[in-house]
Structures are given as C-alpha cells and as structure tokens.
Nanobody, 121 residues
Framework: QVQLVESGGGLVQTGGSLRLSCAAS????????MGWFRQPPGKEREFVAA????????RYADSVKGRFTISRDNAKNTVYLQMNSLKPEDTAVYYCGRGDSPVVSGAYANWGQGTQVTVSS
C-alpha cells in the first residue's frame, strides 16, 4: 500500500503562485501515473491534472490549463503541481492520488491527507 503525503498549500492572493508536492513511499512509484485532484468547499472531489509514469504525457482540467503544470521526479518519488495565476475558485483541499496504470487515463486512488489552498480576492 503506497502512502502519499501532500505539502505546499497555504494562503495566497489572487494572481499568486504555489507549488504543491506529493511524496510517495515504496518502490513502485515510477510504475504508475500520478494525479492531482481537489475538493472545493461543499463540493465533490474533481480532477485537476495527471502525469504518466515517465512524465511524457500529461492531462489537465480545462479550468487549470495554461496556469497549472504537473511534473514528477521518479528519483525522489515525488510529484509536483506548479500553480500560477491563482484564482479564488482554485480554493480547495488538494489531494494527490496514484493511478492504477502507467497512463493518465486510468483510475486514481490511495489518496493522501490533502493540503489546503486558499486564494483570497
């Protein structure tokens, strides 16, 4: 069972930037795609971004395209989410999840505890 620990959240003003990190335990990190999801207050968890096992393929929600960038460092068992031009509607708890396959189109689970991102207007 993989363990995921998110960090890097915080309070930022509109237009600001944050970089989230997700550290994974275990030896199989590089075998699987990884994804970032978020849960805004009072809403369901939603997809944000995903990256394939090698980093060669990525996918983004329309709402974050051009503003967020997902990346990974397999040597460090870590996946990142660089968030620029933040908006109040980006306020949410952000979770990373491990995919069930090497490609971005699979399902995601094994959630971490989440990290809060709050964007003030």
């Amino acid at each position: 069972q993989v363990q995921l620990v998110e960090s890097g959240g915080g309070l930022v003003q509109t237009g600001g930037s944050l970089r989230l990190s997700c550290a994974a335990s275990g030896r199989t990190f590089s075998y699987y795609a990884m994804g970032w999801f978020r849960q805004p207050p009072g809403k369901e968890r939603e997809f944000v971004a995903a990256i394939s096992w090698s980093g060669g393929s990525t996918r983004y929600a329309d709402s974050v395209k051009g503003r967020f960038t997902i990346s990974r460092d397999n040597a460090k068992n870590t996946v990142y989410l660089q968030m620029n031009s933040l908006k109040p509607e980006d306020t949410a708890v952000y979770y990373c999840g491990r995919g069930d396959s090497p490609v971005v189109s699979g399902a995601y689970a094994n959630w971490g505890q989440g990290t809060q991102v709050t964007v003030s207007s």
